[in-house]
């Protein structure tokens, strides 16, 4: 595709604002402990700029500035999904790494990806049938069994209801695998399993600009994505999401239920 150099050059830059954002201003939004900051403002604005320069006729869907809503024109034609920090947590308590993340959907489905890293200078990257790189070299999921792996795990940190299940799930896929990890950010849990650090990812509620990027980078290095029922993703909006690397062939017995 002709344009996902551009992006990337674009998810580069953004990296750059966050690295460079000193003691940012932070606000709070509804949920537990569910904040923005002015950086993630300022990140979503580029990339809305220069996306839009790209590619005109696009829609944007993004976390900040009430841009959050799924509209069924978004399921038309070309719309961007941006998470402009996945990990605002992390970047607000200097707990590494945040990413920016980038998803171009084309008639509702997911066509390119983008999920930079700027800590490490790690860059993911998808295009739908192509394969998924990581800094332009492929990368393949792992095809370890489960036991022979890590599994990682989000806590839907702003859905108190959903913390029980969370860690009774949990609970039980600790001695099924080597042990388990939380990062603070979804779209860098996914892209763990599509680089093979991870084997599974679960998380029972992410939004879409959460996983639009990642689970297309992750599919396309042979992961198996789903919700909890073991349905394709919808990307329509907020979801559970279970991110199997290749070895992992079957879904956990423990994973019943779900949002
Ligand atoms: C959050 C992170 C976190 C996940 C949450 C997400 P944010 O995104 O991805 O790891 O557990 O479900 O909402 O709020 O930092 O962009
Ligand atoms: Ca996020
Ligand atoms: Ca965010």
Redesign the pocket.
Known sequence: MMIINEIKELAKEAGQILLAAKNPKIMEKSGHANFCTET?EKIQAFLIEGLTGLLPEASFLG??DGLDVFSEKMGEGYCFVL??????SNFIYSYRPSVISIALLKDGQPYAAVVYNPYDDMLFSAIKGEGAYLNGERIMSSDAPLSDGLAVFGTAPYYAELQEQTFEIAKRVLPLCVDLRRSGTAAWDMCCVAMGSCNLYFELRIQL?DYAAAALIASEAGCVLTDMEQRPLSYKGPTSVVCRARGVTEMPECFGGGA
């Open positions: 993630d976390e900040e998470d402009p920090i996945d990990g605002t600009w």
